[in-house]
């Protein structure tokens, strides 16, 4: 029991960030592999402003969150000009520099990394953060905000050309992505008590990034069926010893031709059949009065 | 009256090429304003100049006593010119009711934290949103649409949702490029009374681009004419479709001059 909740802390973990990601990847359009940087960045934070300065564990979370999210804001003031492919490889060499950098702060431990950090991540405080991430990021697209990033995502020019400030626009949803990115270092850090640069390196985007796209891109039901499915699948793998990430690799190629737009392929929870079913008869019978968009919300 | 927009000695050099030369011209208030010409005559190039996809080489636009130098399309937008696209640009995985959902974006003023608590200010602001939508969804015929995605409508509705989109943000010179084409006469005449009858309730004027002639000398107060980026005429449509350059520019010179020429 108790293992199968340290998975599922660490799944939960690991949503958070891919929350993050996917508001800056699968809604706005902007590929990164630079949230394990954002992540280091939220995780030290914590773990200096809990074991140095004494501050409580909330606290240091919300700055941790905070703070990731001040640094995207300077990353984004110089990268978010370049188009498509360029700002990638711009955050590709963000998170690798954030990584170094850390590896060369010897105050903070340096490469040997930062130890005696309580632990206060377990399943139950984990996935509260999470059902908050959630709500918050559900009422963010459903707000004019969240169509402004979609349509970013679809029509650059015409998003433009309907008054939407999209270089703003992008440093908002890279702000906010930033942002659970370091709120999810943070809780990785009390989780694992002890972190090192090296716990944030480049394979640890991609993995972010992998979650997001097999789970599907553009729904939120999606980044959390992608954090769930690929954290647990290596822990269902454990009995074939070293063959586990050759399943697991191949696992994710045969998903992603299988289902190429992910598992939730763009629908989110509310858009399944069978709820929209459910909620077809909930307002038969209780006839609620038409939104005048379609039942949509 | 007073004027819109003034387009003055505007000029775009691509290079060598010259796309733009010149141009002068200036729109009225609730005018409709015809901008024609041959293939590649410029006319796409001079709405780029005026929402800022492309900076001007020479020469000034201004718009309502404002001028445009240095702004960028979003604030264009704001400003009140609004455009649509001669290829289609609409948010094509989003629905009908997206698409313009989306574009209501300046009518309401809340802020982020007010969405993520969802107070007064979202719930109001959400709710005139969504009448504004669904009025406009109802005017321009695409209501019984509104949850079919954008990229699967035909074609004529999609260029209609395209106005729709740029009239949700009631601008005061609405920009159609080639808004008739690849319709047939049926949705040509639908988009003539449209067009009007939004140039009547929003109080807009209009800067069109079209090759359908008949629809450019029905519904045009005035037309310029362009041709190699250079103006040949300019009127109402009966002044220019009688001008001999005008003529030449569509249907080419008689043999009988061509040999006259050569001679």
Redesign the interface.
Known sequence: MEYYLQVLTLAGINLMVVLGLGLLTGFTGLFSFGHAGFMCIGAYTSAILTVTLKVPFVVALIASGLVAGAISLLLGRLTLKLKGDYFLIATLGFGESVRLIFDNIEPLGGARGFSGIEKNSNFISVWLVCIIGIF?LI??M???????F??IR??E??S???????FKTKL?SLFISAIYAGIGGSLYAHYMTFIKPTNFQLIKSTEFTIMAIIGGLGSITGSVIGALLLTVLPELLRFVADWRMVIYGAAVVILIIVRPKGIAG?KEFKDFFFIVWIRRLFNKIFTKED????G?L | MKKVLEINNLTKKFGGLTAVDNLTFHIWENQIYGLIGPNGAGKTTVFNMI?A?YAPTSGEIIFDGDNLANK???EI??AGI??T?QNI??????TV??NV??????N?D?N?WD??I?NKN?KS??KL???Q??ELLERMGLYER??EVAMNLPYGDQRRLEIA??V??QPKLLLLDEPAAGMNPDETNELVKTIRSIREDFKLSVLLIEHHMDLVMNICDQIVVINFGKEIAKGTAGEVQNHPEVIEAYLGKREEELLHVDA
Not at chain 1, 142 to 148: A, D, E, F, K, P
């Open positions: 918050f009422r963010l459903n707000s004019r905000y969240g169509r402004n979609k349509a679809e029509e020019l015409a433009a050309t309907i008054g939407i400030d999209v908002l763009g939104p005048g968009n379609g949509k | 929402t996809v960028s399309s979003y937008a704001r609004t455009r696209f640009r609409l948010f094509k995985e989003m009711y997206e959902h989306t574009a209501c974006h300046l309401t809340y982020i969405s993520l969802h979202y602001g959400e949103i969504r009448q939508v669904n509104r949850d989109r740029a949700a943000l």
